[in-house]
């Protein structure tokens, strides 16, 4: 069983950046791909950014790709995004999911373990 709290969401307004952080706990971290995934009010939760186990490999989705960086440290059992020039339509609830699989994926089907959430709020 893996726990997951994330962190580091607030307001920010357009253009501005934020950081967020999902520490975990439970059984080994380093063993597990880890995810970032969001949800827009009124819309299906969709794929963000995904992180192989040793943090060799990153995915990331066409929308974000070139703002947000994924990143893991494996002693300290977190992963971060960094998110950069953001928009408004990068408002909504980020989730922080781990599979039980090393190898990082883009289906949300393949995730086994999910944070609460994170509320990201851009304005302009």
């Known amino acids: 069983q893996v726990q997951l709290v994330e962190s580091g969401g607030g307001s920010v307004q357009a253009g501005g950046s934020l950081r967020l952080s999902c520490a975990a706990s439970?059984?080994?971290?380093?063993?597990?791909?880890m995810g970032w995934f969001r949800q827009a009010p009124g819309k299906e939760r969709e794929f963000v950014s995904a992180?192989?186990?040793?943090?060799?490999?990153?995915y990331y989705a066409d929308s974000v790709k070139g703002r947000f960086t994924i990143s893991r440290d494996n002693a300290k059992k977190k992963v971060y995004l960094q998110m950069n020039s953001l928009t408004l339509e990068d408002t909504a609830v980020y989730y922080c999911?781990?599979?039980?699989?090393?190898?990082?994926?883009?289906?949300?089907?393949?995730?086994?373990?999910w944070g609460q959430g994170t509320q990201v709020t851009v304005s302009s």
């Open positions: 999911a781990a599979r039980r699989s090393s190898r990082a994926t883009i289906q949300i089907h393949d995730y086994d373990y």
């Open positions: 439970g059984r080994s971290f380093s063993d597990n791909a």
């Open positions: 992180i192989k186990w040793n943090g060799g490999n990153t």
